[in-house]
């Protein structure tokens, strides 16, 4: 202890020596930019550094090359300050800061967890263990940082695959299929999750004709502007697809509403 009381007396007896070396020489002097004032308080720094000692041989400069073989590197990167928050880890296994996603171990799903902010990395930590740590998103809102690691693994059975792909593919079906598949690709928050329902509606084609396919996905863009995987494998599976279109409105109307009375009814007409 005695010795560290020493080191740090030391230490700040330098600070002072050093401040009143230079400090007090430029106390009069007047610069007119930042660069001016570097300059000479670098020219006094030097001066102090290879300034004799007056009890010793050498100088502060001298014995810091003899020194500087012992000293550690110094970090790859400049210190960064950090602030902290407390995030709930969703169930799409991602949390939220600052309008960006960041994924962490699905394990973690409805966890709470700490959330190491700087201006380059987003790290996350749970009971003081890091498990996560991505580069900071900025730009543009809504953005998803998602490591392969991270996903369940049903997700990660679709890792080699893209929205691109399934786009591609669907294309070589025809354009109400690609709209199909556009339309599941948006909506979910993370692309991974709808992988699945875009290879289930590609893969119809191993049972259906793809022209059907493609008439299918037309059919229940006529029903609704948002259709479902289900709903197209409904229609595939009552032939929906073959029917021309106003036979098929009937149908679904009988079928939906056969008890439905005409509006003759209602006004005394239908006697």
Not at 48 to 58: A, T, V
Not at 101 to 124: A, G, H, L
Not at 140 to 157: C, F, G, I, V, W
Request: with cysteine.
């Amino acid at each position: 202890m005695q010795l560290l009381t020493l080191s740090k007396a030391a230490v700040e007896g330098t600070v002072g020596i050093v401040s009143t070396f230079i400090l007090a020489a430029l106390r009069n002097q007047q610069f007119l930019s930042l660069r001016e004032l570097n300059e000479a308080v670098w020219d006094r720094l030097y001066e102090f550094n290879h300034k004799p000692f007056q009890k010793k041989n050498g100088s502060r400069a001298s014995a810091f090359e003899e020194e500087k073989l012992f000293l550690l590197p110094l970090p790859g990167h400049p210190f960064e300050l950090a602030t902290w928050k407390i995030a709930t880890v969703q169930y799409n296994y991602h949390i939220s800061v600052d309008t960006q996603n960041y994924s962490c171990p699905y394990e973690y799903i409805k966890q709470k967890v700490d959330v190491r902010m700087t201006r380059s990395t987003i790290e996350i930590f749970f009971d003081g263990n890091r498990i996560a740590s991505h580069p900071r998103l900025y730009v543009r809102p809504n953005q998803y940082s998602t490591l392969e690691a991270h996903m369940p693994p049903d997700h990660q059975k679709y890792v080699q695959w893209n929205g691109e792909r399934f786009v591609s593919w669907a294309e070589k079906v025809g354009p109400n299929t690609t709209s199909v598949i556009r339309l599941f690709l948006n909506r979910y928050a993370v692309e991974q999750q709808s992988y699945k329902s875009c290879m289930a509606l590609l893969k119809l084609t191993d049972k259906y004709p793809p022209q059907r396919l493609e008439a299918a996905c037309s059919k229940a863009f006529s029903f609704t502007a948002s259709p479902s995987l289900k709903s197209i494998q409904s229609i595939l599976r009552s032939g929906q697809d073959k029917l021309p279109e106003q036979e098929a409105e009937k149908s679904s109307s009988d079928s939906q509403y056969g008890f439905t009375r005409g509006a003759e009814y209602y006004d005394g007409r239908d006697d």
